[in-house]
């Protein structure tokens, strides 16, 4: 993940320690990150936002929203990314680097500029050497992401398995300009009145249900998508 979504990880002491740090939507990565992977948990809040799909990336399938259909990331739901509640936790946690791969160890933040703050921010580190409370939410918000990361993982590994994927269709009416995107994923309609949904359900019980529930109610907001990157192209060609 640190080569596709951070620009230049460093090890948090010294001089990076006085960094300050901003809220989310001051970071070109809070703003324009087109896919951004997440975890079960936090997938029903986000529908209300996005679609919650799956990509394979590497030969890994991961959860993922879609937050825009233009590659620039412009064309965002109303609201979005200023509002709290559409923000991915890995969005939340920037730019602390979250790796659910690691365990324990130094943390890390990105070595990125701030480019719109719209407050002085915060150090990251206190004057003792300690966690700044900003750093100390970012801590948070990244220990979410990483402790739900490999039953996420094992819940699309199930669906795959089981054979209850397809391919999700992005083709529109028109000719706008819009992705390019990666082969996602979506529950087949028919799945739910199959075995592997049964078994599915039996192996993640009330939280596997929440993720399939989110998946099929944010696919709705792809309209919104569209909508969005119409008008921005539509502005954008005005000027």
Excluded: C
């Amino acid at each position: 993940m640190d080569g596709e979504f951070y620009v230049r990880p460093l090890p948090l002491s010294g001089q990076m320690g006085r960094r300050r740090i901003f809220s989310p939507h001051s970071y070109p990565a809070g703003r324009n990150r087109q896919i951004i992977p997440v975890v079960h948990m936090e997938a029903l809040d986000l529908a209300a936002w996005f679609p919650v799909v799956w990509t394979r990336h590497r030969g890994t399938l991961d959860l993922v929203v879609l937050r825009s259909l233009l590659a620039d990331g412009a064309g965002h739901p109303h609201g979005s990314p200023q509002i709290p509640s559409s923000l991915p936790l890995l969005i939340k946690a920037y730019p602390l680097v979250v790796d659910p791969t690691q365990s324990g160890g130094d943390l890390r933040v990105d070595d990125v500029i701030a480019d719109e703050p719209t407050d002085v921010g915060a150090t990251l580190l206190t004057e003792r050497g300690l966690p700044s409370r900003a750093l100390e939410e970012r801590i948070i918000y990244a220990h979410r992401f990483s402790s739900a990361h490999a039953v996420t993982q094992r819940m699309g590994d199930h669906l795959s398995d089981a054979g209850l994927f397809q391919p999700w269709d992005l083709s529109f009416p028109d000719q706008l300009e819009l992705g390019p995107f990666p082969e996602f994923l979506v529950v087949r309609p028919d799945a739910y009145e199959t075995d592997g949904f049964i078994s599915f359900a039996r192996a993640f019980g009330a939280a596997g249900l929440r993720l399939l529930n989110a998946h099929a109610l944010s696919l709705y907001r792809t309209a919104i998508l569209y909508q969005r990157a119409r008008q921005d192209l539509s502005r954008n060609a005005a000027a």
